[in-house]
């Protein structure tokens, strides 16, 4: 706490908020000394003295605290894969847009950093797309609010050209595509969902390879042609890293988009990686890592994965942290930093 901005200040006030040992002289918190750093303010702003007259109104409002900026990672929920019937691929998800950086302020004591954790998309039972995740924030009144979006569902498969159930969802990294349409030889290339620019990337298309042989030739010269409908496999959910790989006939199915790593807890570990595309074998799609915001993996004629809930890491100087926290994060220290790891919303008040 600061000294009080009004009223009586007594020497043991300046003593608590500054340190120092019993018994002890007000000339020993001359600004630019042992106790009181070069520079320290009253709560008006007032330079305390660094010689001469001081009184212990000089200290009203002063504070001993040292403004500290905030290192953060965030990441959103990543997104389901789709899910598609027996035969065809379903696109993976997306995984939830991931940025880093610092908060945009230099914090002073009580200011107060709210998160919101965004859920993963949850896995798709039925022959449908799979479900976006949801955003992740950071936000309070002294800096610019972070948000990243949900990653986008992976696509499923429709019989139909006309059909988009087999494209991608747009997220914080897009969807994969699924396997396309049966009706054409070409054309009807199922797309990936694009990624949001400085938080992920597109998910991957499955080009159309249907074949159109010669049926049948008739003495006028006429002939048919017959449409053999060839198995697709589904494209990889983008991710923080890359771009979802390409599906392609014959059941190849295209992996996810690699993740992105940070070492803000001091030692490096990857997020917000892509979900894999499925074959057209049946497969129950495998979920995306918990706080990870990672895709969760496309299904076949059985559920997909569901998509990985998000994060919030903060850092700070372990000389300015406050221990004033809400939502119950995991508090590390690493070097100089103490980190805390947010997997539920929360507060930190500095």
Same mark, same amino acid.
């Given at each position: 706490?600061?000294?009080? =901005? ?20 007000? $000339? ?8 009181? #750093? ?6 008006? #702003? ?14 009203? @409002? ?15 929920? #990543? ?36 998160? =919101?954790?965004? #859920? ?18 950071? *936000? @309070? ?34 969807? @994969? ?18 990624? *949001?620019?400085?938080?992920?990337? $597109? ?18 010269? *006429? ?41 803000? *807890? ?43 809930? @998000? ?13 004033t926290t809400t939502g119950s994060p995991t508090v590390t220290t690493s070097g100089s930093n103490t980190i805390m790891t947010f997997t539920g919303s929360g507060s930190y008040t500095t």
């Amino acid at each position: 706490m600061a000294v009080t =901005s009004s009223g009586q200040v007594s020497l043991a006030d300046i003593q608590t908020e500054f340190g120092g040992s019993a018994p002890t002289a007000l $000339s020993e918190y001359y600004s630019g000394g042992s106790n009181v #750093g070069a520079g320290t303010t009253d709560g008006s #702003g007032n330079t305390i003295p660094t010689s001469g007259e001081i009184q212990l109104s000089d200290f009203y @409002g002063a504070t001993a605290f040292t403004p500290y900026q905030i290192a953060f990672l965030a990441v959103a929920g #990543g997104a389901s894969g789709g899910r598609s019937p027996n035969g065809d691929g379903s696109g993976g998800g997306g995984a939830g847009g991931m940025r880093t950086g610092n908060l945009s302020a230099t914090f002073n004591r009580d200011s107060v950093v709210t998160v =919101s954790i965004g #859920g993963g998309g949850s896995a798709q039972g039925s022959n449908a797309k799979g479900n976006n995740g949801s955003a992740t924030t950071i *936000t @309070g009144s002294d800096f610019t609010n972070i948000s990243t979006v949900g990653g986008g569902g992976g696509g499923s498969h429709s019989t139909s050209n006309s059909s988009t159930v087999d494209n991608g969802n747009s997220g914080g990294s897009g969807g @994969g595509g699924g396997a396309p349409g049966d009706q054409s030889a070409s054309g009807s290339n199922s797309s990936g969902g694009a990624g *949001t620019s400085g938080e992920g990337n $597109s998910g991957g298309q499955t080009i159309q390879s249907n074949i159109l042989v010669q049926d049948s030739e008739y003495e006028d010269g *006429t002939q048919t042609q017959q449409l053999t409908a060839r198995r697709h496999g589904g494209s990889g959910g983008g991710g923080k890293g890359g771009t979802g790989a390409n599906g392609g006939a014959v059941g190849s199915a295209g992996a996810g988009g690699s993740g992105g790593a940070s070492s803000i *807890t001091g030692s490096s570990v990857t997020y917000a990686a892509g979900g894999n595309g499925s074959n057209g074998t049946p497969v129950t799609g495998s979920a995306g890592t918990a706080n990870r915001g990672n895709g969760g993996g496309g299904g076949c004629n059985s559920s997909s994965g569901a998509g990985g809930s @998000g994060v919030v890491i903060l850092s700070v100087p372990t000389v300015g942290y406050s221990g004033t926290t809400t939502g119950s994060p995991t508090v590390t220290t690493s070097g100089s930093n103490t980190i805390m790891t947010f997997t539920g919303s929360g507060s930190y008040t500095t």
